[in-house]
């Protein structure tokens, strides 16, 4: 059973349920794992960086954490079994990081559906898969 379970939570998505997380939520219980809330921010070109406050990554971190910190208080889990990270960089990079310091058995992630016919997942989800040192669970819209 897995016991150290992430969930990569799209905040950008406009769903107001992040995809996976019943998924997720369903193994912790199961299992009496724990349950990770991760979100990774992605890093603004440098190019970019003039035209933003100088506080600018703390701020977007903070409301990424607070969003994920929401999310968390409403599960049906102890809230010593839940946790929540925002990250910020590559997608897959940070969250297959995280998954290793964390010790992580399983990865939760979302893939929208496909468009075309030989479409197989979305390239985050895809990348995860092909590189994660554990299980991945990857759920479609």
Known sequence: MFHRIILAVDLADPASHPKGLDQALELATQSGGDLRLVNVQPLLPATFMEYVPSDFDEEQEKRAKAALDAIAA????????????????????????????????????????????????????????????????????
């Open 74 to 141: 409403n599960l049906p889990l102890p809230k010593a079994r839940v946790t929540a990270a925002a990250l910020s960089g590559g997608v897959y990079h940070e969250l297959l990081r995280d998954a290793t310091e964390w010790n992580a058995d399983l990865i939760v992630v979302g893939s929208h559906r496909p468009v075309m016919s030989d479409y197989l997942l979305g390239s985050n989800a895809k990348t995860i898969v092909r590189h994660a040192q554990c299980s991945v669970l990857v759920v479609r819209d």
